[in-house]
């Protein structure tokens, strides 16, 4: 047994259409509106030197608490979301490109930066080491990586490999 499909009117498909266009319209921003982000040719007018000490605070987060569990007794859990630069650049209102422009133009903006990596660290340590996703603590720090062992230039030596037959 074939199924037929009955194509609706054209009425319909440009009736559908004008909607889906209108409907399309409606989601552009209003003139006038903000956006959320600014590009980055407005970089030196976005910045503000009260950003080097908002990204310190921002990256100095409480890394976990413990909390009550329903035995009676308790468990580390995890405090806060983990830092992080596009996290900064979003709650300052600006791209990524524009943070990494202000941490090659502006020193004292790429110093707090150190500072800020420094606290990232030390909140990746802190959950590592209260149990709470520990192995993905161990990767964000590095440390499954293993170390590769230097190689010395020494001369080639020739190796002779005889051949034996195994019949008799």
Same mark, same amino acid.
């Given at each position: 047994?074939?199924?037929?499909?009955?194509?609706?009117?054209?009425?319909?498909?440009?009736?559908?259409?004008?909607?889906?266009?209108?409907?399309?319209?409606?989601?552009?921003?209003?003139?006038?509106?903000?956006?959320?982000?600014?590009?980055? *040719?407005? /970089?030196? #007018? &976005?910045?503000?030197?009260?950003?080097? +000490? =908002?990204?310190?605070?921002?990256? %100095? *987060?409480? /890394?976990? #608490? &413990?909390?009550?569990?329903?035995?009676? +007794? =308790?468990?580390?859990?995890?405090? %806060?979301?983990?830092?992080?630069?596009?996290?900064?650049?979003?709650?300052?209102?600006?791209?990524?490109?524009?943070?990494?422009?202000?941490?090659?133009?502006?020193?004292?903006?790429?110093?707090?930066?150190?500072?800020?990596?420094?606290?990232?660290?030390?909140?990746?340590?802190?959950?590592?080491?209260?149990?709470?996703?520990?192995?993905?603590?161990?990767?964000?720090?590095?440390?499954?990586?293993?170390?590769?062992?230097?190689?010395?230039?020494?001369?080639?030596?020739?190796?002779?490999?005889?051949?034996?037959?195994?019949?008799?």
């Amino acid at each position: 047994m074939k199924l037929k499909l009955k194509q609706p009117d054209a009425e319909v498909v440009a009736a559908a259409h004008e909607e889906a266009v209108n409907a399309n319209r409606r989601r552009k921003r209003p003139r006038g509106k903000q956006s959320l982000y600014q590009s980055s *040719r407005h /970089s030196a #007018e &976005l910045w503000d030197p009260d950003y080097c +000490d =908002e990204l310190i605070r921002f990256f %100095d *987060r409480t /890394s976990w #608490e &413990l909390a009550p569990t329903s035995k009676g +007794d =308790e468990r580390p859990l995890i405090q %806060d979301k983990p830092p992080s630069l596009a996290r900064f650049a979003l709650h300052i209102g600006v791209t990524i490109p524009i943070i990494k422009l202000w941490l090659r133009e502006v020193p004292a903006f790429a110093e707090a930066y150190e500072t800020a990596q420094a606290l990232e660290e030390a909140y990746f340590t802190e959950t590592g080491a209260a149990g709470i996703s520990a192995t993905f603590a161990a990767a964000k720090l590095g440390l499954n990586k293993t170390v590769v062992e230097e190689t010395r230039d020494e001369p080639i030596s020739e190796v002779t490999i005889k051949v034996v037959s195994g019949e008799r």
